[in-house]
């Protein structure tokens, strides 16, 4: 919340004389930019939906849906209330407050896709955090909206204290000699190319950081990690829990919640496997159905919170609602 909406509300309130505002603003979060953020409860732990920004596609097709009659897409779109010519996909950052720890899941893109997104570390100082302070991150794969804010635009560690997970798997993959890109459908493979060697530079460069884990590896006592393939061999559902109560971040499983909830096969254009991309999304998608878990959506619409719910021979994606901001 910005200083001068808190001070207009406390006016309205008719309690301003009654308030040490110095002390009250001190420990005030900071708002530089008055970029929004999400707090809410899971158990015994504080979480934070923070924005990186979002992603603008000026077309729809062929990165959802590629070889799907675009009539079938367009219906869809439409029915949902959703432009058929472009798309945004929300970049939102899972925060983690648990004891002495800040966590978060994935960085964002850094300073490299322009001035709509590499706003994690303005929107953690609207939410009162420094980069200091960020004791964890998980890597949910390697792809550069997802690692690239480890590093600031001069190549140095982003968040200086913090040490990095990121799967086996994952890590493999990026710093062979080569990566395997023949199941994309991803048709520029020379922009792939160069996507993994800005990868391989960054855990290279955090190597003295870096963490790797195993599928089912659990940390700090709130964080359970799943592999869950296809959209790159490493790629990572993290499952964060407390007090009986669970939340899966399921990254970059699903790109659209009007397109892929209901057809997991159609996929995505960046899926390193598109075929066991497809299979892995129905077969998460069915799990979190069935269990009714809660669900962070990296790339859904902001704050990416909902749920799960079997739809016929699909999915759909119910999301959450709040009766104010916060």
Same mark, same amino acid.
């Given at each position: 919340?910005?200083?001068?909406?808190?001070?207009k509300?406390l006016?309205?309130a008719?309690?301003?004389?009654?308030?040490?505002f110095?002390?009250?603003?001190a420990?005030?979060?900071?708002?530089?930019?008055?970029?929004?953020y999400?707090q809410?409860k899971?158990?015994?732990l504080?979480?934070f $939906?923070?924005t990186?920004?979002? #992603?603008h596609?000026?077309?729809i097709?062929?990165?959802i849906? &590629?070889?799907?009659?675009?009539k079938?897409?367009d219906?869809?779109?439409?029915k949902?209330?959703r432009p058929v010519n472009?798309m945004?996909m929300?970049?939102?950052?899972l925060?983690i407050k648990?004891l002495?720890?800040?966590i978060?899941?994935?960085?964002?893109?850094?300073g490299?896709?322009g001035?709509?997104?590499g706003?994690?570390?303005?929107?953690?100082?609207?939410?009162?955090?420094?980069?200091?302070?960020?004791?964890?991150?998980?890597?949910?794969?390697?792809?550069?909206d997802h690692?690239?804010?480890?590093l600031t &635009?001069?190549?140095?560690?982003?968040?200086?204290n913090?040490?990095?997970h990121i799967?086996?798997?994952?890590?493999?993959?990026?710093?062979?000699p080569?990566?395997?890109f023949?199941?994309s459908?991803?048709?520029?493979?020379?922009l #792939?190319?160069?996507?993994?060697?800005a990868? &391989?530079n960054t855990l290279?460069t955090i190597?003295?950081?870096?963490?790797?884990? =195993?599928? %089912?590896?659990?940390?700090f006592?709130c964080?359970?990690? =799943?592999?869950?393939?296809?959209? $790159?061999?490493?790629?990572t559902?993290t499952?964060?829990f407390?007090?009986?109560?669970?939340?899966a971040?399921v990254?970059?499983?699903?790109?659209?919640?009007v397109?892929l909830?209901?057809?997991?096969e159609?996929g995505?254009? %960046?899926d390193?496997?598109?075929e066991?991309a497809?299979?892995t999304?129905?077969?998460?998608?069915?799990?979190?159905?069935?269990?009714?878990?809660k669900v962070?959506?990296?790339?859904?619409p902001?704050? %990416?919170i909902g749920?799960?719910r &079997?739809n016929g021979? %699909?999915? =759909?994606w119910?999301?959450e609602?709040?009766?104010?901001p916060g």
């Amino acid at each position: 919340m910005e200083r001068r909406s808190l001070l207009k509300q406390l006016a309205l309130a008719g309690i301003v004389t009654a308030i040490p505002f110095r002390k009250l603003l001190a420990s005030a979060p900071l708002a530089p930019t008055g970029r929004p953020y999400h707090q809410f409860k899971l158990g015994d732990l504080e979480l934070f $939906t923070i924005t990186d920004g979002f #992603l603008h596609f000026d077309h729809i097709q062929p990165d959802i849906a &590629k070889g799907v009659p675009r009539k079938q897409v367009d219906e869809l779109l439409v029915k949902n209330f959703r432009p058929v010519n472009e798309m945004d996909m929300s970049m939102n950052i899972l925060l983690i407050k648990h004891l002495n720890k800040f966590i978060i899941i994935d960085t964002g893109v850094g300073g490299s896709y322009g001035k709509d997104s590499g706003w994690l570390q303005s929107s953690l100082a609207d939410a009162g955090i420094s980069p200091d302070s960020i004791s964890d991150i998980v890597i949910s794969h390697g792809h550069p909206d997802h690692i690239g804010g480890v590093l600031t &635009k001069e190549g140095q560690p982003a968040f200086p204290n913090a040490t990095v997970h990121i799967s086996r798997i994952e890590h493999d993959f990026w710093m062979a000699p080569t990566q395997d890109f023949s199941k994309s459908t991803f048709e520029n493979k020379d922009l #792939l190319h160069t996507f993994a060697l800005a990868t &391989k530079n960054t855990l290279t460069t955090i190597k003295p950081k870096l963490r790797l884990f =195993e599928d %089912g590896d659990k940390l700090f006592d709130c964080i359970r990690l =799943e592999i869950a393939p296809g959209h $790159t061999p490493g790629h990572t559902v993290t499952h964060i829990f407390s007090g009986g109560e669970e939340l899966a971040h399921v990254a970059d499983l699903v790109h659209s919640d009007v397109l892929l909830f209901p057809h997991p096969e159609w996929g995505f254009n %960046g899926d390193t496997d598109l075929e066991l991309a497809a299979a892995t999304r129905r077969k998460v998608l069915a799990a979190l159905a069935e269990k009714g878990s809660k669900v962070f959506a990296y790339h859904l619409p902001w704050p %990416g919170i909902g749920h799960v719910r &079997k739809n016929g021979n %699909g999915f =759909e994606w119910v999301a959450e609602t709040y009766a104010i901001p916060g």
